[in-house]
């Protein structure tokens, strides 16, 4: 059964911006995009970066270590890491693609609200 839970107000997250928010012993990324906002696990499937290092271009999110992105609305693989095709073609056969763990979003009055589903049911 999945618990909705707070992760900040409105007011507090400028637009085209993301942040770190710590809950349920989970690091959640959580950013603004225009008067959306969306959440995701803040670790990159890949080696583990921190994305919110990254930067954010529309709901893409970009990893600060390999240049991974990720669709922050469906949490789908963009890229699968910035190098030369033919190391991209070797990365992708040691570690294949994993899409972000993203997670579903409302506002209700000025707070911000996520739904955490007990682990192992998280959405990709």
């Keep these: 059964m999945s618990t909705w839970m707070e992760l900040g107000k409105s007011g507090e997250l400028a637009e085209g911006t993301m942040k770190e928010v710590a809950i349920e012993g989970r690091e959640i990324l959580l950013a603004r995009v225009g008067d959306s906002y969306y959440a995701a696990d803040n670790r990159c499937p890949h080696m ?34 910035k190098t030369s095709r033919l190391i991209s073609t070797v990365s992708k056969a040691l570690k294949p693609p994993r899409p972000l763990i993203v997670y579903n979003v409302k506002v209700e009055d000025d707070r911000i609200l996520i739904e955490i589903q007990p682990p192992g049911l998280e959405r990709v």
């Design 48 to 81: 583990g970066a921190k994305l919110t290092d990254g930067s954010l271009e529309g709901t893409v999110v970009t990893c600060p270590r390999h240049g991974s992105q990720f669709d922050l609305s469906d949490g789908r693989v963009v890229r699968w890491l």
